[in-house]
């Protein structure tokens, strides 16, 4: 433990290291926040890890910055360690993240807009209808003849509804 708050004056190539990325990830944080991302999913999840990282880096820039100026706190070795435990830590949850919650929600927004496209089909709508039962059945048979054709296209759909409404 004495290693982790021993005051030392030195500014070693590791500290320079760790400085010097911590003013990168900095930068990186600040661009992927201000990047505007229109995807759906992937938007705002890059927007909440660049907050994360811009606010790690930013503590970690700060406490960089304190033990350049050797203020007797700040040039203990434990605050470097912190910081750089809770970047680790973030970047285990972020992989985590992107291998779970992240693919789950790429699947559900894919067949949610896939469900969205497609409409339901005229012969369904017209089987919901409340009316009698003589003219479901000419209202399917005519609805099933596109798709019985092979087309079912959509323009054959709205060719059935103009027909209906006549």
Do not use: C, N
Not at 42 to 65: E, F, N, Q, S, W
């Amino acid at each position: 433990m004495h290693y982790l708050t021993d005051s030392t004056r030195l500014f070693g190539v590791l500290t320079w290291a760790f400085l010097v990325i911590q003013i990168l990830a900095l930068l990186g944080g600040i661009y992927l926040l201000v990047r505007q991302d229109s995807h759906p999913v992937r938007g705002p999840a890059l927007r909440r890890l660049a907050i994360a990282i811009v606010v790690l880096a930013a503590l970690g820039t700060l406490a960089g910055a304190l033990r350049v100026a050797t203020i007797d706190p700040f040039t203990e070795r434990l605050w470097s360690y912190l910081i750089a435990a809770l970047e680790v830590i973030l970047a285990i949850v972020a992989v985590i993240y992107s291998r779970t919650t992240y693919l789950s929600q790429l699947a559900e927004r894919s067949t949610s807009s896939a469900r969205g496209a497609r409409r339901p089909s005229p012969a369904s709508r017209s089987s919901l209808s409340t009316s009698p039962s003589s003219s479901t059945a000419t209202r399917s048979a005519v609805s099933v003849a596109p798709s019985a054709r092979g087309g079912g296209s959509r323009r054959d759909a709205r060719r059935d509804r103009k027909r209906r409404k006549r």
